[in-house]
């Protein structure tokens, strides 16, 4: 099954350390990773920094407009009121079919803040129960998963191509 996962950490390092965990993962069989990316957003900085790692070199500009998508346009939005809902509004068009919701992004843009950093992944054939269990002790928090196969799909052929 194709997961797209948010794994949140408490600290702007803890993503770029389970970034290893991952790689052994991989290397192990536990999960293959169709791609990747990492964000920091260190104290005192006014936005976050995502890192994405071009996994696959199929496609690889592709996966990045997914990552800008989610990382860069997500925390461009402002924070007040209606620009906020109507900023999500048309980042959740950007994804439509791709099974990230509004209320995912909604989810992802209030759970990572200052001081935090987050793993973003595209997976198959994983088990993330056991990934998670990797991550155990350094304040992951799993923020949204699973696809259908029509989402599958959909994610693939837009971002990842087949």
């Not at 997961?3 to 993962?25: C, D, I, S, Y």
């Not at 696809?147 to 191509?161: C, N, S």
């Amino acid at each position: 099954m194709t997961t797209f996962t948010v794994w949140k950490f408490e600290t702007p390092e803890g993503a770029a350390h389970a970034e290893g965990q991952l790689t052994a993962a991989a290397s192990e069989g536990l999960v293959k990773i169709i791609d990747h990316a990492v964000m920091s957003w260190p104290q005192g900085a006014e936005k976050p920094e995502l890192h994405h790692k071009h996994d696959s070199g199929k496609r690889g500009a592709a996966w990045g407009a997914l990552w800008g998508v989610l990382g860069g346009a997500l925390f461009m939005i402002p924070v007040a009121g209606l620009a906020l809902g109507a900023g999500i509004g048309a980042l959740a068009k950007a994804t439509s079919g791709t099974g990230i919701t509004k209320d995912d992004l909604e989810r992802i843009r209030t759970e990572i803040t200052e001081g935090t950093s987050a793993l973003f992944l595209v997976t198959d054939e994983g088990d993330l129960d056991r990934l998670g269990e990797r991550f155990h002790g350094r304040d992951a928090k799993l923020i949204s998963t699973n696809l259908t196969e029509a989402e599958r799909e959909t994610l693939l052929e837009t971002f990842g191509g087949a």
